[in-house]
């Protein structure tokens, strides 16, 4: 079982970075793929980014591709997301995911068991 807690979420105007992180509780953190989603107002959820638990393989959904960076601390047990550059179509709640092993279809919510409670991003114009 693995508990995940998002932090860093806030206010911030376009341009402008934030720095999300997930803490992870349970044991094997390094075994889990990890990831990041996120579901704006009246949208659907979507992949942001992810990154897998051997080599650290990354991918990123398109819009936010050059801007955001995700990253890992294995001995911390926690998952990173950098973002920059900021722009007002990112406001969302972000959601920090886990699965166990490898993930087939990385870009798909029900391929991750857990996930956190979420962090709001709320990018002003």
């Known amino acids: 079982q693995v508990q995940l807690v998002e932090s860093g979420g806030g206010l911030v105007q376009a341009g402008g970075s934030l720095t999300l992180s997930c803490a992870a509780s349970?044991?094997?953190?390094?075994?889990?793929?990890m990831g990041w989603f996120r579901q704006a107002p009246g949208k659907e959820r979507e992949y942001v980014a992810h990154?897998?638990?051997?080599?650290?393989?990354?991918d990123y959904a398109a819009s936010v591709r050059g801007r955001f960076t995700i990253s890992r601390h294995d001995d911390k047990n926690t998952v990173y997301l950098q973002m920059n550059s900021l722009e007002p179509e990112d406001t969302a709640v972000y959601y920090c995911?886990?699965?166990?092993?490898?993930?087939?279809?990385?870009?798909?919510?029900?391929?991750?068991?857990?996930w956190g409670q979420g962090t709001q991003v709320t990018v002003s114009s």
């Open positions: 995911v886990a699965q166990f092993g490898y993930v087939t279809r990385t870009r798909e919510a029900n391929e991750y068991d857990y």
């Open positions: 349970g044991r094997a953190f390094m075994s889990y793929t």
């Open positions: 990154i897998s638990w051997i080599g650290g393989t990354t």
